[in-house]
């Protein structure tokens, strides 16, 4: 879009350079979990499902987490970039974005000590012999140490240092087949009790050798990936890394003043921007101490980026353009992502500009879908209605 195209662009809909990339907006489809894979590859359920948002005017859609090692899925449902084989499906999403406009972005992660789960609507909870019957039977999860995440969840496997330096190797891997399958955008997920986080955190790394005891010992393993991924990664792709920016819970774990000190040591390495989540290292994904308001995460995203200095991603509970306007003209973070209100609202982009100000073109609509959308707003007006629907009289 030229700056002819519309006059006072807000700032959400303002496009961003990092490294090579230019970002058409600040909006980013938040990873999310489907389950809907088998065997971990891309299906025409995928296509459909990512494509949607691309049309419905995000400048970046980023997959779900998909896993770098076999042993490292969540669920038997989880998509993967553990082989070669998984790179055409996934590709043939891509190319659909890019056609849109739009870039395709991937979570590359590890479940660790949270793998050989169910799908979220089956329980959730640790594979059961329902499952098993089916053919999905349990397989032994890892972790940092042999805590298991929750009561009734498997003893997870401690990684012996031969493991971590294979699993290092294993995610710098699939960030060189996540760019032959074309993707613009790599985000390492290292948040929400998963395996990065679960190194991070002392409530759940207990080991006394080089990847445990201090921060810096704890803080090591999550620097190695992103240091290896960096190095499998062009250098003009950006580089993203979620954080839980704290554990929560009311339990003395990871917390905000950790997040600040990574911050840093991430970009030295190469990582462009923090994703900014929380919680997660035991029950809910999300802070289990906090009020979950709108933009309840915000702060995190707005500390880091003006203590830290490192650009961020907000996200969690931003549901309308004006909250995610403000988030980015005030200078809060600098990217917005948004999760479930967009499964809610997969046209949510394009819903934001009309909320943030008159679009007679219906910009950023697909041209088939503008050139109905002006005429019905022709017809409306005559009868004091707005494209949304509503009176214009009230």
């Not at 050989?116 to 140490?145: M, N």
């Not at 803080?219 to 839980?244: D, T």
């Not at 101490?289 to 933009?295: A, H, S």
């Not at 943030?356 to 005559?382: H, V």
């Amino acid at each position: 879009m030229s700056a002819a195209d519309i006059k006072n662009i807000p700032a959400l809909f303002s496009p961003l350079k990092v490294r090579g990339i230019t970002f058409p907006n600040r909006l980013v489809l938040a990873p999310m979990m489907q389950y809907q894979s088998i065997n971990g590859f891309a299906n025409d359920w995928h296509l459909v499902h990512y494509g949607k948002f691309a049309l419905g005017g995000f400048g970046t859609v980023m997959t779900e987490v998909v896993a770098v090692q076999e042993r490292g899925r969540i669920s038997y449902g989880d998509l993967g970039l553990w082989s070669d084989d998984h790179i055409p499906g996934l590709k043939r999403c891509v190319d659909f974005l890019h056609g849109q406009g739009a870039l395709a972005a991937i979570q590359l992660g590890h479940a660790g000590r949270k793998a050989s789960t169910q799908r979220a609507w089956e329980g959730p909870g640790p594979l059961t012999e329902v499952e098993a019957q089916r053919g999905e039977k349990p397989w032994t999860p890892v972790g940092p140490t042999n805590i298991p995440f929750d009561q009734g969840y498997q003893v997870p496997e401690a990684l012996s240092i031969a493991d971590i330096e294979r699993l290092v190797q294993h995610y710098a891997e699939a960030a060189s087949r996540a760019d032959q399958a074309g993707f613009d955008v790599i985000e390492i997920h290292g948040a929400h009790g998963y395996l990065i986080s679960s190194f991070l955190s002392p409530l759940t790394n207990k080991r006394t050798d080089a990847y445990g005891g201090d921060l810096q010992g704890r803080m090591r393993f999550a620097l190695e990936v992103a240091r290896a991924m960096r190095a499998s990664w062009p250098s003009h792709k950006p580089l993203f890394f979620r954080i839980s920016a704290e554990d929560g819970g009311g339990q003395a774990g990871w917390g905000i003043q950790d997040s600040l000190i990574i911050a840093p040591l991430l970009e030295a390495i190469g990582v462009d921007i923090i994703d900014c989540s929380s919680g997660g290292i035991q029950g809910s994904s999300t802070l289990g101490n906090t009020t979950r308001g709108p933009g309840y995460q915000v702060p995190f995203a707005e500390k880091i980026k003006n203590e830290a200095k490192v650009p961020t991603m907000a996200v969690g509970l931003i549901l309308n353009g004006k909250q995610a306007e403000d988030i980015i003209h005030s200078g809060k973070a600098d990217l917005i992502a948004i999760g479930r209100q967009g499964l809610y609202d997969p046209f949510w982009p394009l819903h934001a500009r009309q909320e943030l100000g008159p679009d007679p073109e219906f910009i950023g609509y697909e041209e088939p879908s503008a050139w109905w959308l002006k005429r019905r707003a022709a017809s409306l007006a005559q009868i004091g209605i707005s494209p949304a629907g509503e009176s214009e009289n009230k």
